[in-house]
């Protein structure tokens, strides 16, 4: 598949919280890492970048992907989308993201989003942001000075 092809069925299961189908989207090396958040925090490998998706996912009761423009050449992709997250308590909030994604041979090797940091904790319910550092952080890799 092409790059613009791996990133659209990437973003098809990643909606769909099909984790073993995200993991099929990474290799060993590869690395996923939020803008907001720095290199410092990043995710590398396929269970590692689940791992990292998860924490702050799997507890939502709605996540969508809303509008997005695609961009693509070469080996990069970029999405300019929004995510729409709900939580079980009743907060929701809209997401703009640009996302970049270097595709080499059908594999993500590298992911980065970009998106307002302000925007997510202005409208997540009390709590949940401790509950993000309390919760399994055996993913985070320093990708300082590799992206």
Same mark, same amino acid.
């Given at each position: ?13 990643? +909606? ?10 990474? *290799? $060993? !090396? @590869? #690395?996923? +890492? ?10 590398? *490998? $396929? !269970? @590692? #970048? ?98």
């Amino acid at each position: 598949m092409a790059p613009r092809e791996v990133a659209a069925a990437f973003w098809d299961a990643l +909606y769909a919280r099909d984790w073993p189908r995200v993991r099929s989207f990474f *290799g $060993p !090396e @590869s #690395i996923y +890492y939020d803008v907001p958040t720095t290199p410092a925090a990043a995710a590398r *490998g $396929p !269970e @590692s #970048i689940e791992a990292r998706l998860r924490l702050a996912l799997a507890g939502l009761s709605e996540y969508s992907h809303g509008d997005s423009r695609v961009v693509a050449e070469g080996d990069l992709v970029v999405t300019e989308h929004e995510e729409h997250w709900g939580w079980p308590t009743g907060e929701k909030v809209t997401l703009p993201f640009v996302s970049i994604q270097r595709v080499v041979d059908g594999v993500i090797v590298l992911w980065r989003d970009y998106w307002d940091l302000n925007t997510l904790m202005a409208a997540a319910p009390p709590g949940w942001q401790e509950s993000m550092a309390a919760g399994d952080l055996s993913w985070v890799f320093d990708a300082t000075g590799l992206v």
